[in-house]
């Protein structure tokens, strides 16, 4: 074989890859430059070649080109990116204010619609408390609080005054103005002087209410569902779920409790008044012949403190009185006719035939009429509540609503509450203390979920609505 023919060598990869690689401008350019200044020290110029013994380190490729050209606008676009925030903080901040602003003045001045009902919701729930009035005052003007807040204690202009169950003497007997404890007061206002000028209701006949056919879990002629069915007291307690009228589709629980004989209805009272409250189930045995109870008067709860014992407005129990009567509050008053009387009522000191009452209020119902407006809920936003009412037939109706507890945190509007006792047959009606004091005993059992901070007793309370059992010699 002629060892200088030529031979057909497998190109290797290194070969390869310099005859595909591309050499860039630069290169030739830095390899011009070595050509010139070999030539000017008198050197050999630089073969094209030794451009590739450091190929590795000075590759310079299509691909490579592609690149650097996407990264130079990434690079810019990253220096820029601070100034551009700087420039867009100010008005990101001027557009949050105008947001915040204008939601405001929505909230605030729109008249009506759903945004206008959960405002004066709010600042209605805000303004009927005692300790959290703060809620709505700082957020709202008073212009705007005074649209959507009826003040309780003002006189509504059509509500109910004197009744024509109330008897007078003709001369006034005047009851003290100063908080005093319980006192024996004069006969002239615990015995009439006059001629009855109404047929006292009777004792309930065998089923007055219409129930002694219903058992625990039928539903009642208000359509709701019977739990507690006590033929032999003519007590009958129903449960109800309902949805607001105002907030659907938010939910709100309550129970109403139908008394056939009123003249077993009365106002107890605790017995260390303006000291100590007693809660419902320690004033039902302080008693000894009451079975069942809700409560009545609102009492001095500064900062949720109170002890039950300060009374609000005037009570009288059992031909005793204690409290102060006040102007500013409805009357919810019993008489020896075993009629429930519900008005602003003036002074008791001229009436002969109160022999239970309390003040609080409103009134709810009257002439078997609704009283309260639907649109607004009452103008008392919604908590738990408590009230008592009378059929035609005499029949006593108490209602207590729950609510600040899981899983019904609203409790109910004063409408939803006369609502439901024109639902029972209500012709007359009238608030009690709401909030964390309502509740409602039976026999051993709250029967209610009230919000106290002992919901197994409930708070202390200055007095309740009591009902005796028929088997107690009183009746």
């Known amino acids: 074989m002629n060892s200088n023919q030529p031979t057909n060598t497998p190109k290797t990869e290194q070969t390869e890859s310099k005859e595909k690689t591309f050499v860039s401008p630069e290169q030739l350019e830095r390899l011009n430059k070595q050509n010139s200044d070999a030539s000017a020290d008198g050197q050999k110029p630089a073969s094209s070649h030794a451009l590739f013994d450091d190929i590795d380190s000075d590759e310079y490729t299509e691909n490579d080109a592609s690149e650097k050209e996407t990264e130079t606008p990434t690079q810019t676009s990253d220096a820029e990116e601070p100034q551009r925030k700087r420039v867009l903080w100010p008005f990101i901040t001027a557009g949050c204010v105008l947001f915040v602003i204008l939601s405001y003045l929505l909230v605030a001045y729109i008249p009506t619609g759903p945004i206008a009902n959960l405002r004066n919701v709010y600042i209605q729930t805000a303004m009927s408390t005692a300790d959290h009035q703060w809620l ?60 009855e000028v109404t047929e006292p209701v009777q004792p309930s006949e065998p089923d007055i209410l219409g129930l002694n056919e219903l058992k625990v879990g039928d539903i009642d002629y208000a359509g709701n569902k019977v739990i507690v069915a006590d033929k032999e007291e003519g007590l009958f307690i129903s449960e109800f779920v309902l949805t607001s009228h105002l907030l659907a589709p938010l939910k709100y629980r309550g129970y109403a409790m139908l008394i056939d004989d009123p003249s077993r209805v009365f106002v107890g009272s605790t017995p260390k008044p303006n000291v100590l409250g007693y809660r419902i189930g320690e004033m039902m045995d302080h008693y000894g012949d009451v079975i069942a109870g809700i409560n009545a008067s609102g009492f001095a709860d500064q900062n949720d403190s109170g002890t039950g014992g300060d009374i609000i407005g005037a009570c009288f129990s059992e031909g005793k009185f204690w409290g102060q009567y006040t102007n500013t509050m409805a009357s919810v008053v019993l008489t020896k006719e075993n009629k429930l009387v519900v008005g602003w009522l003036n002074d008791w000191s001229k009436y002969t035939n109160i022999r239970d009452g309390m003040q609080f209020g409103p009134v709810l119902v009257d002439k078997g009429k609704n009283l309260i407006d639907e649109a607004s809920g009452g103008g008392w936003g919604y908590h738990p509540r408590a009230a008592v009412g009378q059929r035609e037939d005499g029949a006593i109706i108490m209602i207590v609503i729950d609510g600040r507890v899981d899983p019904y945190p609203l409790g109910c509007t004063l409408w939803e509450m006369a609502d439901m006792m024109v639902k029972y047959g209500a012709v007359t009606a009238g608030g009690c203390d709401g909030g964390s004091s309502v509740v409602l005993g039976y026999g051993d059992d709250i029967l209610n979920c009230n919000s106290s901070a002992n919901p197994d007793y409930g708070r202390k309370i200055p007095n309740a609505f009591l009902v005796r059992s028929k088997k107690s010699e009183k009746n």
């Open 136 to 195: 709505a005052t700082w957020l709202f003007s008073d212009e705007v609080i005074a649209r959507a807040w009826t003040d309780p204690t003002i006189k509504p202009p059509d509500a109910p005054e004197d009744s024509e169950f109330l008897e007078t003497a003709g001369t006034d007997t005047k009851i003290p103005e100063t908080t005093a404890p319980i006192t024996e007061v004069s006969t002239d206002i615990t015995e009439s002087t006059l001629e």
